[in-house]
């Protein structure tokens, strides 16, 4: 299919030539009776377009407050985006009008919410539902719409799209209906996709399913997409680069292949080891010891020390940067190239 031709935002007469997306040190905190909690404290990352980024970690450590901010749908009070830049084609979203970034929300940048399944309305046939779209922001008729949304339903593999257009979300098993929140998501074009946790709610069979229409999708529109998950293993295929989060921070970036061969920052480590392999059966699996963070309370030094098995004096002092450790490796660890070559301990 072609890609609808959209103009760069930044509507000069210079294309920009940097990353399509790019966050660069974006900090979110929330004000809560208890406390701030920085969601995200520092996350850069960039994605291009035909290219898939993994963001990869635990639960709490600010995959989704990240991209619910590059979409600007960020829940604020009580959260407040306290610095960092966050370009879409060069132009800065973080200081963009509303009314311009209401534009690019759906038809430059779109997302596939972790909650999906509910995020569809009990009350409206689908076909209404992914007709919506173009009803909305493309002005097209019931009758045109509707013929739109079966496009969709076909270009998501959904059986007899014709026949179901006005069936409801129920009469749909959860693969299915994943598939009707990718259509929504697809629908206007987007040039960046944010799947947050897109297979999370199904089972393993389904995953696999969802997972290649993602990359089919991607590779026929040529669109960028962000893949948010704390499966390492439902990466490997599909993704090109990953970004590694820990307690609001990136710790590590890597291509795929590097990352898996070797992982140049402890937390990534932990998580490699804690994939069940076949050859481990009957064996207890490894668990990184310890607890996720309390952002209210960071611990001092890099924020993994307490569950760090490499952990020396300055690390419960002194924060790592994300630095470069080979080629297009990034990771924030004082012992980094020690964890690498693997003489760190
Ligand atoms: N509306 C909110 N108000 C207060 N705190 C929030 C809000 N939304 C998120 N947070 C906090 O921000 C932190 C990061 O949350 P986020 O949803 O980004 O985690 P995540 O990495 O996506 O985790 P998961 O894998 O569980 O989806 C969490 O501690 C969460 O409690
Ligand atoms: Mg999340």
Same mark, same amino acid.
Request: aromatic letters at 6%.
């Given at each position: ?17 940097g990353s399509l997306l790019e966050v ?5 905190? #929330? ?5 701030? @909690? ?7 990352y960039s994605v291009d377009a035909g290219e898939t980024l993994a963001v ?18 960020? %829940? ?12 879409f084609r060069?132009? %800065? ?16 940048i779109?997302?596939? #919410? ?32 509707? &013929? ?5 339903? %076909?270009?998501?593999?959904?059986? &007899? @799209? ?24 697809? &629908?206007?074009?987007p040039e960046v996709l944010i799947a ?18 993602l990359a089919?999708l991607q590779r026929e529109s040529n669109m960028a997409l962000i893949l ?7 990466v490997?295929?599909v993704a090109h680069k990953i970004a ?9 970036q890597a291509s795929v292949f ?5 992982? &140049? ?37 890099? @924020? #993994? ?7 020396? %004096? ?6 790592? @940067? ?6 297009p ?17």
């Amino acid at each position: 299919m072609t890609k609808a031709v959209t103009e760069p935002v930044s509507s000069g007469d210079r294309p920009y030539s940097g990353s399509l997306l790019e966050v660069e040190d974006l900090q979110v905190e #929330f004000r809560t009776q208890a406390g701030v @909690a920085k969601a995200v404290n520092g996350v850069t990352y960039s994605v291009d377009a035909g290219e898939t980024l993994a963001v990869l970690g635990e639960s709490g450590s600010g995959k989704s407050v990240t991209a619910q901010t590059i979409m600007g749908i960020l %829940d604020m009070p009580p959260g407040v985006v306290r610095g960092g830049r966050i370009r879409f084609r060069g132009v %800065d979203l973080l200081t963009m009008p509303e009314a311009e970034r209401r534009k690019i929300r759906g038809e430059g940048i779109s997302m596939i #919410f972790q909650d999906a399944l509910s995020a569809l309305n009990p009350l409206f046939p689908v076909g209404w539902q992914i007709g919506e779209m173009f009803r909305v922001h493309r002005g097209l008729s019931k009758k045109q719409a509707y &013929a739109k949304a079966v496009e969709l339903m %076909d270009r998501v593999r959904i059986p &007899a @799209a014709k026949q179901r257009l006005r069936d409801f979300p129920h009469q749909f098993s959860g693969g299915m209906r994943q598939r009707i929140m990718i259509a929504m998501a697809i &629908a206007l074009d987007p040039e960046v996709l944010i799947a947050d946790e897109p297979t999370t709610a199904l089972d393993v069979t389904v995953q696999a399913q969802i997972m290649d229409l993602l990359a089919e999708l991607q590779r026929e529109s040529n669109m960028a997409l962000i893949l948010i998950t704390h499966d390492l293993g439902v990466v490997a295929d599909v993704a090109h680069k990953i970004a590694v989060m820990y307690g609001g921070r990136i710790v590590e970036q890597a291509s795929v292949f590097d990352l898996y061969a070797k992982p &140049a920052h402890p937390y990534t480590k932990g998580l490699l080891d804690s994939i069940p392999r076949v050859d481990q059966k009957g064996q207890d699996l490894f668990a990184i010891k310890g607890i996720p963070p309390n952002l209210l309370h960071m611990p001092s030094g890099c @924020a #993994f020390h307490p569950r760090c098995v490499f952990k020396r %004096d300055n690390c419960t002092t002194d924060v790592p @940067a994300l630095l470069t450790v080979e080629g297009p490796r990034r990771s924030a660890c004082h012992y980094s190239r020690e964890v690498l070559d693997g003489v760190a301990g």
